[in-house]
């Protein structure tokens, strides 16, 4: 199956061709950088990571660029307040952003540019723009004439006299129609001199548009293959990109949109700029989530529904998806108790075991074959990560049965023990391409768990013991008291183990 990626341009399923053979360029709009960036500023970054990865996977040769918006309206008014420069406080919130998206394991960024070091590309865009009478100048602003652009409203789908709806710029005194938009705004006397560029016009700095339409050219060319972001960019921010873009360059500007579904908590959609969103953002803010959570559980949990959908951010969620990567890091642990070999460390997977190691064992390794199979049924389906991720599970469950009727802990029989390895590394290798399970997990640490290592094991001693002399009702209390605290014991052939639950 050939990969088909839904474009939200012609609102369909197509074939992905690359416009240059081998290559792929990819823009995708990052975050506005004037508070801490949160949950919903990660969603993007993770699901352009796997489709990159993806990407390179069938061996195509990405370039990924995603910008920095640190020259905007928000960033003014948040530096005011805090009593700061405003590149100061873009810096600062930069730097959070980039350590937590290392967290997240997001990788393939290979350009991240920031609107305040692209002042000349503006400029010359905005210039050509006004060459072709597409934009105008009033009174030291730079305008984009909508009417100039026929097909304008084909991303949105929305009429041109609808324009004026949602509009992020204020709508200026001198606009020759409601939906023209800024490419350029005259400085403002109580403006911080840091954003006031010299431009022909006079003093000012870009606006938010013409910002994504040079930092995209410059890294990817006049036209590149995908361009990304959340949904609630299509319109105006997306739709006016296309405009000025195609307007100045004369060819078409992206060939597939992509966008993302909105991450909604308690079903409202999470936003920096939301009042009634306030008092929840401290808890959602990056930085906090990944001092509760690991970098691995928020990246599964966003993988974990396919990216065009919602995505409903509450602590049931989170503990529903904890559970369900444990059940991978308990069959890793076990792996490594059969082959005594850490799975993180690496080895062959079927594939590269060869049918002689399958011998007398065809059916689970032809079992195992079919779940990679779908899996990338999946991913060629629109990267339907939710749904390899549940093939992955399949997976899981069939290497964990095969395991239970080799007695694959107790067997002598290293044929048993030699596929069960590399069936393990069959299922590292696929979901690595979604980033996942490349490291073993860091298990949070904090004073006592030294005390409380020892105690478990004397609680696990007593516990055999009883079972040993058939005090049963003993044994049962204690599995009972520890669960009810959040800890779980696991009988095994060679033993007992506990867990934390979630």
């Not at 069959?331 to 399958?358: K, N, S």
């Not at 009972?480 to 033993?495: F, K, M, Q, V, Y």
């Amino acid at each position: 199956m050939a990969l088909r990626v839904y474009n939200s341009l012609t609102q369909r399923k197509e074939p992905f061709e690359p416009l240059v053979p081998g290559r792929v360029g990819m823009y995708v709009c990052g975050p506005t950088v004037y508070k801490p960036s949160h949950i919903g500023h990660a969603v993007g970054p993770i699901i352009f990571d796997a489709v990159k990865r993806y990407l390179r996977h069938k061996g195509l040769a990405v370039t990924w660029v995603l910008n920095i918006t640190d020259v905007d309206d928000k960033l003014i008014v948040e530096a005011a307040a805090r009593g700061c420069r405003v590149d100061e406080l873009a810096q600062r919130m930069t730097d959070g952003y980039l350590e937590a998206l290392k967290a997240l394991n997001v990788t393939g960024i290979d350009h991240m540019p920031r609107a305040s070091e692209h002042i000349p590309e503006i400029i010359d865009i905005c210039r050509r723009l006004i060459d072709r009478k597409a934009a105008y100048v009033s009174g030291g602003d730079v305008y984009f004439d909508i009417s100039a652009d026929p097909d304008y409203g084909k991303l949105s789908h929305r009429r041109a006299e609808d324009q004026q709806a949602g509009l992020r710029e204020l709508a200026g005194q001198e606009k020759r129609r409601a939906g023209d938009f800024a490419l350029w705004k005259a400085a403002k006397p109580d403006e911080p001199p840091e954003v006031q560029f010299d431009s022909p016009w006079g003093k000012g700095r870009p606006g938010w548009h013409i910002e994504c339409t040079a930092m995209s050219v410059k890294y990817l060319g006049e036209s590149f293959d995908i361009h990304g972001g959340g949904m609630d960019l299509i319109f105006p921010h997306h739709e006016n990109e296309i405009a000025q873009s195609e307007t100045c360059f004369g060819r078409p500007f992206a060939r597939y949109w992509m966008h993302n579904g909105l991450t909604r908590f308690n079903t409202k959609k999470i936003s920096k700029s939301d009042p009634e969103m306030a008092r929840l953002m401290e808890q959602l803010v990056l930085a906090r989530l990944l001092e509760k959570h690991s970098g691995e559980l928020l990246r599964f949990f966003v993988l974990a529904t396919h990216y065009r959908r919602p995505i409903d951010f509450s602590d049931e969620e989170m503990a529903a998806k904890q559970k369900g990567l444990e059940s991978f890091y308990r069959l890793f642990e076990r792996a490594a108790r059969i082959g005594g070999r850490d799975p993180y460390a690496g080895g062959e997977t079927l594939e590269q075991a060869g049918p002689a190691a399958a011998a007398g064992f065809e059916s689970f390794a032809g079992a195992c074959a079919d779940h990679g199979r779908r899996f990338f049924e999946q991913m060629d389906d629109d990267f339907n990560t939710g749904g390899a991720i549940g093939v992955l599970f399949e997976l899981a469950t069939t290497i964990n049965r095969f395991m239970d009727e080799q007695r694959a802990e107790t067997t002598s029989d290293q044929a048993v023990r030699r596929l069960a390895a590399a069936a393990v590394q069959t299922l590292r290798a696929l979901a690595g391409i979604l980033g996942l399970f490349e490291r073993p997990p860091a298990r949070p640490t904090a004073p006592g768990d030294a005390l409380v290592g020892d105690l478990m094991e004397l609680l696990i001693a007593v516990r055999a013991e009883a079972r040993k002399t058939r005090q049963f009702a003993l044994s049962d209390m204690i599995r009972d008291r520890l669960a009810g605290h959040g800890i779980r014991l696991e009988d095994r052939p060679d033993g007992t183990v506990w867990r934390r639950e979630g």
